[in-house]
């Protein structure tokens, strides 16, 4: 390995104890992946989030869920019973050990267990301890069970989401899929324990984060807020673009090979503008009438803007596949996009040449498979996946013994007493 | 009292316009930091053009409803970094700073002589975040992006519809919202690197880039089972699976049913709740709230196959039932049943009726000198020892152009009028603006 690739990452010699189903298990390999020792903590019978296909070649099993593999990056894992007096005592010596618990339990689940931040932090005043739940510590909805589909609903995402009448009549309010209200909670999240660990590098001072999903959902709508505080506005949904208090010109484009692009044009329509349009249609040798010399005039282009979007930039569009056009209009300073399925994104040459694809090995099945790696490069300290996740209890013989000094006959009365 | 908070002592240089960078550091700001915006009114975006400004004020630099929601929390520097004076402030700035952020193309800040060997020389533990769409390396790296490009070209828009449609896509910039998240995340992580080792660093962060893993089992489906999304039923809609279609994970935590959006009372356009059943007991707890009706307790939809089969059917009854009730009522039911539901909520519902957002503050007035006292968005986060929260409102541009320029860097009242005069502040051939010339004097 080149230095780069081994050099710690920003985060190397911070300990975080990860208690956390769906709700917490992004902020957590976001935590290890930027090189934080982050320590899985599961019940015996393995956190539920094992259980969320797909699955290695549809094999459900504890150790082959895609989506734990993805959420579960850089962490060591191992198996602990709460539920018992032996469980707890091992992890009240984890977390005299730990810089970080980040826990996603119902609220007042492990005060219940005597494992309250004032508890742990007594014998840990540098520990800093996140509760990253639906709802947040107080509150009327307090107890609320959630999903992801409910907290994009009450958050707000799909109140701005959905169809406009002609291409979907009568369409529902669109949850976008991938789990993001945990996206939303988990990126809030890191940042709240980032802000306590500075503020700890200065006064070594631990402290409680109380974060809600709800909340961080709420905030993540962009100007809707702002809409109705400032103007007392409600947003129509749109297909593929800005919600808004009244319909605007589309966006999204059928490209040839029955794919996407999204062309952001209207509100940009300048003379510029038009007569780069007009040598993009010209290279590709597309008829149009942008040469003619009214559209020098910016009131003639106004009136023209129904003709050149859904004409000519539509037009334009569906007579090339989606790439072609992404790259042609890029090239020429377009702010357009081709609209990519995921699997997509594995075949484009940027994120090739930033090496953003990481071989991940899986040393158990003696293979290695490909995963995305990181939102930005540390030129000083790399974000980097250190290891796939964690088998279940794979750590505990590593952790329990060989950290915390355990001989392996006390391990397996510990186990035989279900604490492990 | 004094308020402790957890960035106290943090000085920003924030060169970040339009959305993703500021709101990046309006969190860095609310945090504690210092957070220094450096503006011009000739090439601004982020004020203007405003869609936000209240009805009856004028539509200007100072107006933007959205602008002050996305800016609290910092001062304005209004300076011509394109001017050699300029540029001298802005080192002299950088020199006595933490960090420097900005979200501009991939060359912007080189060409301008701020390039990060630059930054380097002039603050050696610098952490400096760029925030550009594809990032400053790879073949791409000069492509445009907001937003709804970053979502397109990541995979994020193609996961949001319904299936044989086209993408119904996010319909806000979630990449700005997101790429902000990214950038004021890199940069705490920079600063604890940095105070932990005594090193800077640059963060190349991209915003398209920061999308991809977002559809993390998605892409691994694709790369360990080879198989990809553009498949029959995908997007399920809001549903976990769309019936009639092959049954497969289709990335939205347990596939279960019901899983749906379902019109409430009185049926006007946001007037929707959710309700997800993630197993047969919850499933049993909703049948028995809607008061057992033949159709539910039929057993065919006691299991979760059964329901995924016959999902229509299921759908159109529940909705038969949550269309006598209003949304709130619906979900206060349901939670009390121990059955999943939320209401869909707008943005006015969300700041007037949702009783823990009110209850979590998460909407409380700041003052601000045009637009009055105003709503803004809180923190979804309570730090026991440091809370964040909003202290200043947005700046005027260049409201605090004095104080920095004479106060912290230490020129003259006759230097800053020079500068005034020479174009380094502010545009010679631009009117000034009253307060500007309140801070003349």
Request: glycine residues 16%; charged residues 15%; neutral net charge.
């Given at each position: 390995m080149t230095g780069a690739q081994t050099q710690p990452g920003p985060l190397a010699g911070l300990r975080v104890l990860e208690l956390a189903d769906e709700k917490g298990q992004f902020c957590g390999k976001l935590l290890g992946d930027l090189g934080a020792d982050v320590v899985k903590i599961e019940p015996p019978g393995g956190e539920a989030t094992r259980r969320v296909g797909p699955f290695l070649e549809d094999v459900p099993h504890q150790d082959r869920s895609l989506s734990f593999w993805h959420y579960n990056t850089s962490k060591r894992g191992v198996t602990l019973n709460l539920r018992v007096g032996d469980g707890r005592q091992l992890f009240r010596r984890l977390a005299e050990t730990a810089d970080v618990i980040l826990e996603t339990f119902p609220p007042n689940h492990l005060a219940s267990l005597d494992l309250s931040y004032q508890a742990l932090s007594a014998q840990n005043p540098r520990l800093i301890m996140c509760s990253l739940t639906p709802f947040g510590q107080t509150g009327p909805w307090r107890d609320y069970q959630s999903s992801d589909l409910l907290h994009m609903a009450a958050g707000g995402q799909m109140a701005s989401c959905g169809y406009d009448e002609v291409d979907v009549a009568g369409a529902p309010p669109i949850a976008p899929g991938g789990g993001n209200a945990w996206h939303m909670g988990g990126h809030f999240g890191c940042i709240a324990i980032m802000a306590a660990l500075v503020h700890r590098t200065v006064t070594g001072e631990g402290q409680y984060i109380d974060a809600s999903i709800h909340d961080a959902c709420a905030l993540t709508t962009e100007a809707a807020i702002a809409n109705y505080i400032y103007r007392g506005e409600t947003l129509v949904r749109q297909t593929g673009r800005h919600h808004a208090p009244a319909p605007t010109p589309r966006t999204q484009f059928r490209s040839k090979d029955g794919s996407y692009v999204t062309a952001l044009v209207a509100g940009r329509l300048t003379p510029k503008y038009v007569k780069d349009l007009a040598a993009l249609f010209d290279s590709h040798r597309m008829p149009h009438d942008?040469?003619?010399?009214?559209?020098?005039d910016p009131a003639t282009i106004a009136a023209s803007t129904s003709h050149i979007i859904n004409h000519l930039v539509a037009g334009f569009i569906a007579t090339l596949p989606a790439e072609e056009v992404y790259h042609a209009a890029q090239a020429r300073g377009f702010t357009w996009g081709a609209v990519r399925a995921p699997e997509q994104l594995l075949e484009d040459a940027h994120l090739g040449d930033r090496g953003f694809w990481k071989q991940v090995e899986h040393p158990e099945l003696g293979r290695s498979f490909t995963y995305p790696g990181e939102a930005a490069i540390y030129n000083g300290s790399p974000w980097r996946i250190s290891r796939r996740a964690p088998l279940l209890g794979e750590h505990n013989v590593e952790i329990?013994?060989?950290?915390?000094?355990?001989s392996r006959a006390e391990l397996s009365v510990l186990a035989e007493g279900s604490a492990v | 009292m004094s308020r402790r908070r957890a960035l106290d002592g943090v000085r920003v240089v924030d060169f970040s316009w339009v959305r993703a960078g500021p709101w990046a550091t309006r969190w860095l700001g609310a945090l504690g930091a210092e957070v220094i915006k450096i503006e011009w009114p000739e090439n601004e975006r982020g004020r203007l053009p405003s869609t936000t400004t209240p009805q009856g004020l004028e539509v200007n630099l100072n107006t933007s409803g959205n602008f002050n929601d996305t800016n609290v929390n910092k001062k304005s520097l209004c300076l011509n970094v394109r001017s050699a004076m300029g540029l001298k402030i802005a080192k002299r700035l950088i020199a006595i700073s933490d960090i420097v952020i900005e979200n501009f193309s991939s060359r912007v800040l080189q060409a301008w002589g701020l390039g990060y060997a630059e930054l380097c020389q002039i603050k050696p533990d610098i952490v400096y975040v760029s925030m550009s769409g594809?990032?400053?390396?790879?073949?791409?790296?000069g492509y445009m992006t907001f937003g709804p490009i970053a979502q397109a070209v990541s995979g994020l828009t193609f996961i949001s519809g319904l299936p044989d449609k086209p993408p119904a896509g996010w319909g806000w910039s979630y990449m700005d919202d997101t790429g902000g998240m990214y950038g004021a995340m890199c940069a705490l992580i920079g600063l604890y690197h940095r105070n932990m080792t005594g090193n800077g660093q640059h963060i190349d962060q991209a915003q398209m880039i920061s999308g991809v893993p977002l559809n993390g089992p998605a892409l691994l489906d694709y790369t360990v089972n080879g198989r990809g999304t553009r498949r029959a039923g995908y997007p399920p809609g809001n549903r976990a699976h769309w019936p009639g279609t092959p049954l497969v994970s289709n990335h939205r935590g347990l596939t279960s049913a019901p899983h749906n959006a379902y019109r409430t009372h009185p049926g006007d356009y946001n007037d929707w709740c959710v309700i997800v059943c993630q197993n047969d007991a919850e499933w049993q707890r909703l049948v028995d709230l809607m008061g057992a009706p033949s159709w539910a307790t039929a057993p065919r939809l006691a299991t979760l196959g059964g329901r995924l089969q016959f999902q229509e059917e299921l759908d159109k009854h529940i909705e038969a039932w949550s269309m006598t009730l209003g949304k709130y009522q619906l979900s206060e039911l349901c939670q009390a049943a121990g059955v999943r539901a939320l209401p869909l909520q707008s943005a006015e519902d969300r700041v007037e009726k949702d009783p823990q957002l009110r209850h979590r503050e998460m909407y409380t007035p700041i003052d601000h000198p045009v637009l009055g006292s105003r709503k803004v968005q809180n923190a979804p986060f309570k730090l026991s020892r440091t809370p964040a929260n909003n202290?200043?409102?947005?700046?005027?541009?260049?409201?605090h152009t004095r104080e920095l320029v004479e106060g912290l860097l230490g020129y003259t009242v006759e230097e800053l009028r020079t500068g005034f005069a020479d174009g380094t502040f502010w545009p010679s051939n631009r009117p000034r603006l009253p307060y500007l010339d309140e801070m003349l004097k």
């Open positions: 942008l040469h003619d010399p009214k559209y020098a329990f013994c060989g950290e915390l000094g355990l | 594809y990032g400053h390396s790879g073949r791409n790296h202290h200043l409102p947005s700046p005027l541009i260049g409201q």
